[in-house]
């Protein structure tokens, strides 16, 4: 027994540093914020969107949800080893399969790809339908059918979950530059943060419904009531349940990613001041860093954002 605990310990043991060796090459690596050129220039890219995932990509949340869905990916390729190439392809921008040119070899992916889907590591489960010893979604499925309990749960891939709670069609790898492939910012994603009103949207149930006190007078129950309709009709007329407060400053972002890469290396603010603007005043200089780098942590956190929901206005009222 104790030859086996021991063998136990140093299989954990093993597991937790292939863990943490796979874990450590998906971390976040910045530019050299010292060169210029390393870092998107707005004369070059105007799309909002683009620098949005700019300072998503640099949140140290979000870095920690993507090593989640790495080990989730790792915890299925362990469980079924050959499903590696088609996991290790949802890490990269984009599918695998478009290195393949044999039709054979295609059919073999997506019968690959299907199976990955399917597993529990990967999916998100809810309502009554909680798991039991499933490891995949069309057993959970047929097990809640047999018990007429599947109309009361749900079942969404982890990757979609994921990035939905940042505005994103899917999860992505912060290493890249920039979103390629299905991951996109999208109106749902931004609408999720601002009550987005489109009632044909499903994602409708982040909205809150209004609730009465039947125990407060007529009239004041009227009065609320009417308050409640006129909002409606304002977010309708809007578009949007909350106005967009930050206004997009383009030519202002690459110094914005080059202070945070900078401060991400330990750097204090009168040495960054001294390479970004070595020509002005270093009390100056350092006060414009400090600018900098609150507006690019409002950024970073949640005003991200605001930049992709001003391209959806933008559209919104060109064809109003």
Known sequence: ???EMEQYQIDRLESSRYLAQELEQWKFTAPNWLNESEYPDHKDIDDLQFWAWQFLRRN???HFIWLQYVEALNAVIRRLPELKPILRGRTVANSVCDDYTNEAEK???WRLDAIASQ???LNVFSGIGLLHDETTV???RERLSASGEIQNASVESLESYLGEKWGLTCLTNPNYSELTGRSNFTTCGIWHRYAWNDPSHRYKKYLTDPVYDLRLPVDVLKRQFENVLKEKKEREKKGLFVSVKVRP???KYRDY???LDALEC???HEEIAKKLQPKIDIALAKKNVTAWKKAAKKLVEKDYLDLPAHMILKKSSTHS
């Open 119 to 121: 597993q529990r590591e």
């Open 60 to 62: 140290k949340n979000y």
């Open 107 to 109: 059919a073999n992916y």
């Open 266 to 268: 330990g750097l204090t």
């Open 249 to 251: 400053v383009l030519p």
């Open 138 to 140: 069309n057993e959970w």
């Open 1 to 3: 027994m104790d030859r």
């Open 257 to 259: 990613l080059r202070v």
